[in-house]
């Protein structure tokens, strides 16, 4: 794996490094964000959520013209949300400093935080001269990366699993004109496929889109930042944020560490890992195996030991968090380090509890996918093991946007499948849904008296 180091000195020297230099820049409305064009000029990229911290990514370059060459849309202009009533339903002291944060990350303009990541390495493969892209992806990845490759005229390949992506995330790839092959296996089978092509067929010239490649978390680190910024720059005690492929916590992990190296923060929050029981392969290496970054000479027999075992076994990942059906998670050394940097935990919940938190975003809301709403249900079993406290100040990361997976949400909401949903509007009885905030449409006649009375029920 690679991971990139900057020259501090050089790249963003002591005496240029202040938090109200970023503050300034987010307070642009400049829309003229050139999206994916030619020659982003400085004005434009203070637009940007990423880019707004560029100092803190130095690895684009400009132009001989004065202009750069990164690739924009004004993503990552996202914002953190005090959540109160949902913090307070979930047991949290908001008078005694404590407090629930969600970042919001759907608010990107492929609706998840995937965009963060996808600036930067497209930014790179600009500067490499790559014209062919291509990742794996369990929806959101595809999304992002179709995206880009529009605006910047790039051919877009997307690999997806079998029946294994949340149809509004499909419509994205398909909507914005990636090459779509539905590969007979899953995300990891579609992964190992994307690198092999990438990494040993040159001539293809297919520059690689997924998390391995180290330009992607430097963008994402800039969650970090926001969430600093959206607290006047104060540190949160916990950040907690779903695990699928790990590319996110290693980077934020990354963030803080350089921060601190910077001198820019004194202390590094605490940092969750929330996995899917269906799909916990970090959880079991990490609480059961015990392996640990050890300065990089993390214990890489027993990962082998667990995945010989799972392959042995056909212990294969299976949740209604798609975007987190993940074997083998690929940026695992990295998540290794950040649990290390961060002090971090990692946890995993059923699909039940999971879409129950998810559900209780929306009801307080926010609203978020099925993967999301794994850091809210990290945030309160962590609470109730008293690992986070009630007056902690808690940031949970809410991934990808609500719109992206609707099927699991009606589903919730009415207890049938989404395609028994519309017959039922008409025809059918059903057993109510169980979910404590579930909150099913009522059949009713076209008659006001009866629609009144409906409406107190
Ligand atoms: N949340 C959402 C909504 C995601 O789409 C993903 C990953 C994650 C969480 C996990 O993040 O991989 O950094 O640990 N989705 C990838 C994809 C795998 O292909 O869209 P991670």
């Known amino acids: 794996m690679l991971d990139i180091a900057y020259d501090w000195d050089r790249a963003f020297p002591a005496s240029q490094r202040s938090w109200s230099m970023f503050e300034q820049r987010g307070a642009s409305f400049t829309p003229r964000v050139a999206g994916g064009g030619r020659g982003v000029t400085d004005s434009m990229l203070n637009f940007s959520g990423v880019w707004r911290f560029r100092e803190l990514l130095p690895f684009w370059k400009h132009a001989p013209n004065g202009q750069s060459d990164i690739v924009s849309v004004g993503e990552g202009r996202t914002n953190l949300q005090q959540a109160d009533l949902l913090a307070q339903h979930l047991g949290f002291d908001l008078d005694n400093g404590g407090g629930l944060f969600l970042e919001y990350e759907g608010f990107n303009p492929s609706g998840s935080f995937k965009d963060n990541g996808m600036t930067a390495a497209f930014t790179h493969a600009r500067m490499v001269g790559a014209s062919r892209v291509a990742c794996a992806s369990t929806g959101n990845t595809s999304a992002s990366l179709a995206m880009y490759a529009a605006l910047t005229g790039m051919e877009a ?224 079993g962590l609470l109730e093991e008293g690992l986070i406290k009630p007056t902690d100040r808690v940031a949970c990361v809410l991934t990808g946007h609500q719109l992206k997976d609707p099927d699991v949400t009606v589903n919730y909401h009415t207890g049938l499948p989404t395609k028994q949903v519309q017959r039922w509007l008409s025809e059918q009885s059903a057993e109510n849904p169980s979910g404590s905030v579930s909150n099913r449409p009522i059949r009713v006649a076209d008659d006001i008296e009866a629609i009144i009375a409906a409406m107190g029920e």
């Open 157 to 380: 390949f997307v690999f997806i699993g079998e029946g294994k992506i949340a149809y509004g995330k499909l419509s994205q790839a398909l909507d914005y004109g990636a090459k779509t092959l539905q590969v007979a296996g899953d995300f990891d089978a579609c992964l190992a496929r994307v690198r092999a092509i990438a990494e040993t067929r040159p001539e293809l010239g297919v520059y690689l889109m997924n998390s391995v490649n180290p330009f992607r978390l430097e963008g994402q680190k800039t969650i970090m930042l926001r969430i600093l910024e959206g607290l006047n720059w104060q540190i949160p005690d916990w950040i907690v944020v779903p695990g699928g492929n790990l590319g996110n916590c290693s980077a934020f992990a990354k963030a803080f560490m350089e921060l601190k190296d910077l001198g820019m923060i004194d202390r590094i929050p605490r940092l969750a890992i929330i996995n899917a029981m269906g799909a916990r392969t970090l959880d079991r290496i990490v609480n059961e195996q015990g392996v640990v970054w050890n300065g990089g000479r993390y214990e890489k027999s027993k990962v082998d030991e667990e995945y010989a075992r799972m392959d042995r076994e056909n212990d294969q990942a299976s949740t209604v968090a798609s975007a987190i059906e993940i074997n083998r998670p690929v940026n695992l050394p990295k998540a290794l380090r950040a649990i290390e940097i961060m002090d971090g935990v990692v946890r995993s919940f059923d699909d039940e509890t999971i879409v129950e938190h998810k559900s209780l975003v929306g009801r307080y809301g926010f609203g978020c996918e099925p993967a999301s709403g794994a850091s809210i249900a990290g945030a309160r």
